[in-house]
């Protein structure tokens, strides 16, 4: 069990005291999902940042080469297995 007390924060902003009891697995367990979440935000982050800027004739060409794309877009191959 880890203990963690707050003087340094009261210290800090002053006007309250806290006390938070915690068990090590499910701190672990927090860190990793917060740790986890500030990777994938970053990440996602880095992939849009590198994502070229098309202009709108650009996308326009590209619209008269390809078309629009599908809505109702069909999965290229499915199969279904029994487990």
């Known amino acids: 069990m880890i203990l963690v007390n707050m003087d340094i924060i009261q210290q800090k902003f002053g006007g309250f005291y806290?006390?938070?009891t915690i068990e090590k697995e499910?701190?672990?367990k927090l860190i990793k999902i917060a740790v986890k979440?500030?990777?994938e935000e970053e990440l996602?982050?880095?992939f849009l940042k590198n994502l070229p800027y098309?202009?709108?004739?650009?996308?326009?060409?590209?619209?008269?080469t390809y078309g629009n794309p599908?809505?109702?877009?069909q999965p290229a191959y499915s199969e279904k297995?029994?487990?």
């Open 54 to 64: 098309v202009s709108d004739e650009e996308m326009k060409d590209i619209i008269e």
């Open 44 to 46: 996602l982050e880095r």
């Open 37 to 39: 979440e500030a990777l």
């Open 70 to 73: 599908s809505i109702n877009k």
């Open 26 to 28: 499910e701190l672990y």
């Open 18 to 20: 806290m006390e938070i």
């Open 81 to 83: 297995i029994d487990l």
